[in-house]
């Protein structure tokens, strides 16, 4: 059985939801991106959709922003537990505990990696290239909620893996020309 494309599945869609998707699809998934913030805030979506629809996700974006600081990451390491329950309460985001308390232990493991990397980014550089495989050993290993679809997901969406596009697909070209680090060997 052959996997329809994101890109491919985004033509079939209609209205809305196709309006939803492809702004995602042409303006954010599989760029490279350098700031720590957007790095952790598309680590806390990616953990979100676990179990659900990007596109629950996505409409969701906004209320996640707004509930955790703007993704900024010194700021949710220093969520309180009156943070927790806020976050808990909050009908705009995805109200699950354990994803509330990953979010929150992450940014704490990655405000340690910029300490000793000097960025999360630079983190990732440093351990580039790994296979999938490897990189969810790692991400396990380093993070709280970190299952194999979800560092995948995540790496294909920052540029780290391949496969966000059909090669095909209008889009991948325009990504290679930002040369994510999937074109780039050690």
């Known amino acids: 059985m052959k996997i329809m494309s994101y890109c491919n599945y985004i033509e079939q869609m209609t209205g809305d939801k196709k309006e939803l998707h492809k702004n995602y699809h042409d303006n954010y998934y599989g760029f490279p991106i350098h700031d720590d913030n957007e790095l952790f805030g598309r680590l806390v979506l990616e953990i979100n959709q676990a179990g659900l629809s990007w596109e629950t996700i996505l409409k969701k974006e906004t209320s996640f922003r707004k ?27 995805i109200r699950n505990k354990l994803k ?3 979010a929150i232990e992450n940014a704490k493991t990655i405000v340690a990696l910029q300490k000793e990397f000097g ?14 495989e490897e990189w969810v050993k ?49």
């Open 67 to 93: 509930a955790y600081s703007n993704f900024n990451i010194h700021k949710v390491a220093a969520y309180t537990e009156a943070d927790r329950e806020r976050l808990l309460a909050d009908v705009g985001i």
């Open 119 to 132: 960025s999360f980014g630079k983190w990732l550089e440093h351990n580039h290239p790994r296979t999938k």
């Open 100 to 102: 509330v308390n990953a």
């Open 138 to 186: 790692l991400f396990k290993k380093t993070f709280i909620f970190t299952g194999g679809e979800i560092v995948n997901e995540f790496l294909m969406s920052i540029g780290y893996l391949p496969g966000a596009h059909s090669e095909t697909c209008p889009v991948h070209t325009t990504i290679l020309k930002q040369k994510p680090m999937w074109t780039k060997l050690k």
